[in-house]
C-alpha cells in the first residue's frame, strides 16, 4: 500500500477589524508589531489588520536564496537598497506590507527622514517579489501584487513554487505568465539583474 502524502491547504490570513471603532497610528501599528512579532503583521488600506504566521522553513530557504542572488546584485549595481522579507513599508494608500524582497532606488530611500525609515517608511518600492508557499492563497497573493502596481511599483514578480509559475506585474500593462521559466530578467527596473530559479522551485 502506498502511503499518502497530506496534501496542504490554502490558508487565508486572519483580518482583524478595528475601524471606526478604533483607529490605529502608524505609530501604533509600529508597536503592536514590536509586541507581536511571533506573526507577519501588515495592513489593509481600509485599516483592517492582517495576522500571519511565519512561513515554513522550506519557503524561507528558497527566499534566503532568492534575497541572496539579489543583493549580490544590489551591491555590484550600486544604484538602490534591497531589504528581505521582515520589512515593512507604508503604501500611499495607507496599508502597510511586507514584500518577500524588494528593491527601491537609493535616490529615493535617502530621500525619506532617517527617523521614518526606523519604523515602516513611506514609500512604495519599485520593485517587489512575492514567494507563494504551499498554504498561501493565489487570489490573496495576485491582490497584493495588483496593491504594490497601483501604489507606484515598476516590477512585480509573483513566484508560485506551488504550480511552477511566474506571474509578471507591470503597470499599464496586462499581466504575464509565465510556465516553469529557468530565469526571470529584471528588465529595465533592475538592468542586468538575472534570477537563476533552479535554486528556487
Request: net charge negative; glycine share 6%.
Given at each position: 500500500?502506498?502511503?499518502?502524502?497530506?496534501?496542504?491547504?490554502?490558508?487565508?490570513?486572519?483580518?482583524?477589524?478595528?475601524?471606526?471603532?478604533?483607529?490605529?497610528?502608524?505609530?501604533?501599528?509600529?508597536?503592536?508589531?514590536?509586541?507581536?512579532?511571533d506573526?507577519?503583521?501588515?495592513?489593509?488600506a481600509?485599516?483592517?489588520?492582517?495576522?500571519?504566521?511565519?512561513t515554513?522553513?522550506?519557503?524561507?530557504?528558497?527566499?534566503f536564496?532568492?534575497?541572496?542572488?539579489?543583493?549580490?546584485?544590489?551591491?555590484?549595481?550600486?544604484?538602490?537598497?534591497?531589504?528581505?522579507?521582515?520589512?515593512g513599508?507604508?503604501?500611499?494608500?495607507?496599508?502597510?506590507?511586507?514584500?518577500?524582497?524588494?528593491?527601491i532606488?537609493?535616490?529615493?530611500?535617502?530621500?525619506?527622514?532617517?527617523?521614518?525609515r526606523?519604523?515602516?517608511?513611506?514609500?512604495c518600492?519599485?520593485?517587489?517579489?512575492?514567494l507563494?508557499?504551499?498554504s498561501?492563497?493565489?487570489?490573496?497573493l495576485?491582490?497584493?501584487m495588483?496593491?504594490?502596481?497601483?501604489?507606484?511599483?515598476?516590477?512585480g514578480?509573483?513566484?508560485?513554487?506551488?504550480e511552477?509559475?511566474?506571474?509578471?506585474?507591470?503597470?499599464?500593462?496586462?499581466?504575464?505568465?509565465?510556465?516553469?521559466?529557468?530565469?526571470?530578467?529584471g528588465?529595465d527596473?533592475?538592468?542586468?539583474?538575472?534570477?537563476?530559479?533552479?535554486?528556487?522551485?
Amino acid at each position: 500500500m502506498t502511503a499518502q502524502l497530506p496534501i496542504a491547504t490554502e490558508v487565508i490570513p486572519m483580518v482583524l477589524k478595528f475601524h471606526p471603532v478604533i483607529s490605529m497610528t502608524d505609530e501604533q501599528l509600529f508597536d503592536f508589531c514590536q509586541l507581536n512579532k511571533d506573526f507577519r503583521i501588515e495592513r489593509k488600506a481600509n485599516g483592517e489588520i492582517i495576522l500571519m504566521s511565519p512561513t515554513g522553513s522550506e519557503t524561507e530557504e528558497r527566499n534566503f536564496d532568492l534575497i541572496v542572488q539579489l543583493g549580490i546584485w544590489v551591491k555590484q549595481d550600486g544604484t538602490g537598497v534591497g531589504f528581505g522579507s521582515s520589512g515593512g513599508f507604508t503604501l500611499p494608500s495607507g496599508a502597510v506590507r511586507s514584500p518577500d524582497a524588494a528593491w527601491i532606488k537609493k535616490i529615493d530611500w535617502e530621500a525619506i527622514p532617517q527617523d521614518k525609515r526606523k519604523k515602516f517608511a513611506p514609500i512604495c518600492p519599485e520593485f517587489v517579489v512575492e514567494l507563494r508557499s504551499e498554504s498561501d492563497s493565489l487570489k490573496v497573493l495576485q491582490d497584493k501584487m495588483l496593491e504594490y502596481i497601483n501604489n507606484g511599483a515598476k516590477l512585480g514578480w509573483l513566484i508560485d513554487r506551488k504550480e511552477r509559475k511566474v506571474y509578471i506585474y507591470c503597470p499599464d500593462i496586462a499581466v504575464e505568465e509565465l510556465d516553469n521559466p529557468s530565469t526571470l530578467s529584471g528588465e529595465d527596473v533592475l538592468s542586468g539583474f538575472v534570477l537563476d530559479l533552479s535554486s528556487i522551485w
